[in-house]
């Protein structure tokens, strides 16, 4: 686990996957086809009251209210402390994904205001987020 730093917010657009977890790649490719592949892809997840898991495939947002013509969520990484771990080849890792979250989350479940994030910086590696 490596402890990073986050110095702004960033302002994040996108679909809930209600469906999870199928439906999450092509959540992404749907958001990236409409808004074009130059976009870093973040995955934005947290239990609600019910313990059912609340999935959003985002991108980051790059003109303020860009996604309200295509009805798009909106969702917010905010500046502060984080606690990291990074996976790398993780598309051949997604069923163990969930054990690195539970290995950064202290206490408690992720909620809505300390979600668990999946920064996807490449096929190849993704680096999984919890606010420190």
């Not at 303020?64 to 771990?85: F, M």
């Not at 300390?114 to 590696?125: A, G, K, L, R, T």
Request: charged content about 20%.
């Amino acid at each position: 686990m490596t402890l990073c730093k986050q110095t702004t917010d960033i302002n994040l657009i996108g679909l809930h996957v209600t469906t999870f977890p199928n439906g999450i790649k092509e959540a992404f490719d749907s958001v990236l086809e409409t808004l074009g592949s130059n976009r870093t892809c973040y995955g934005i997840s947290w239990m609600d009251d019910n313990n059912t898991i609340q999935y959003y495939a985002m991108v980051n947002q790059l003109v303020k209210g860009e996604g309200e013509s295509h009805s798009y969520k909106t969702l917010k990484i905010p500046a502060g402390d984080y606690k990291t771990e990074t996976v790398h080849d993780w598309l051949s890792k997604t069923s163990s994904i969930k054990d690195v979250f539970h290995e950064l989350v202290d206490s408690g479940q992720p909620n809505k205001n300390n979600p668990c994030i999946e920064w996807y910086q490449s096929d190849e590696v993704m680096v999984c987020m919890v606010k420190a």
